[in-house]
């Protein structure tokens, strides 16, 4: 069984960083696509990064591009994303996601596979 849980959420001021990690278990991420996606309140889940296999093709949503930073150590089954220039509107729950398979919309939360609790991030202004 595998399980995705997040970790490194927490309350910043605007302009602050914060890193999160996701650490994996159950089986080994090392051939996924491994994702962060993120929600706010009364709104849909939105991508935000993603990083294939090997971390050598990586995805952004245009609003984070520049500040966040996606990474992955498949030695330690754990992906990252470091958060830098946080905005108020960076504030959401910050989902991991695992997609197995090699097709799909990698900006879809509907191609992957497994998902970890979330870990919230609020930005104050």
């Known amino acids: 069984q595998v399980q995705l849980v997040e970790s490194g959420g927490g309350l910043v001021q605007a302009g602050g960083s914060l890193r999160l990690s996701c650490a994996a278990s159950?089986?080994?991420?090392?051939?996924?696509?491994m994702g962060w996606f993120r929600q706010a309140p009364r709104k849909e889940r939105e991508f935000v990064a993603a990083?294939?296999?090997?971390?050598?093709?990586?995805y952004y949503a245009d609003s984070v591009k520049g500040r966040l930073t996606i990474s992955r150590d498949n030695a330690k089954n754990t992906v990252y994303l470091q958060m830098n220039s946080l905005k108020p509107e960076d504030t959401a729950v910050y989902y991991c996601a695992a997609k197995v398979r090699g097709y799909g919309d990698i900006l879809n939360p509907g191609s992957y596979n497994y998902w970890g609790q979330g870990t919230q991030v609020t930005v104050s202004s």
């Open positions: 159950g089986r080994t991420i090392s051939t996924w696509t």
């Open positions: 990083t294939r296999w090997n971390g050598g093709t990586i």
